[in-house]
Nanobody, 124 residues
Framework: QLQLVESGGGLVQPGGSLRLSCAAS????????IGWFRQVPGKQREGVSC????????MYADSVKGRFTISRDNAKKTVFLQMNSLKPEDTGVYYC?????????????????WGQGTQVTVSS
């Protein structure tokens, strides 16, 4: 059973950067679509970005375009989310998840395996 573990969250000032990692364990990694989502209390989980497996096609929410970059290293079974120019509204728990089919999607209902989440707080 595939497991996903997020890391890299923390407290950062507005304008700062963080790099989140989503590492897979227990094989089979495969060429699955991996998505990043974030959630704040009282709100629905929001799709931030996703990356496909074979052609590494990517998708971003409008709110993060130009600031966030998703990438993957299949040899290391890891997907990254580089977050630059962070804003207070980027605060939330960030989750990565796997989609068993294609294409890339920002709908959380399309994903079947989830990590435990990592907290990102952007505050001065």
């Amino acid at each position: 059973q595939l497991q996903l573990v997020e890391s890299g969250g923390g407290l950062v000032q507005p304008g700062g950067s963080l790099r989140l990692s989503c590492a897979a364990s227990r094989v089979t990694w495969g060429y699955y679509v991996i998505g990043w989502f974030r959630q704040v209390p009282g709100k629905q989980r929001e799709g931030v970005s996703c990356i496909s497996g074979s052609d590494q096609n990517t998708m971003y929410a409008d709110s993060v375009k130009g600031r966030f970059t998703i990438s993957r290293d299949n040899a290391k079974k890891t997907v990254f989310l580089q977050m630059n120019s962070l804003k207070p509204e980027d605060t939330g728990v960030y989750y990565c998840a796997r989609r068993s089919s294609v294409p890339c999607s920002r709908n959380p209902d399309d994903y079947d395996v989830w990590g435990q989440g990592t907290q990102v707080t952007v505050s001065s």
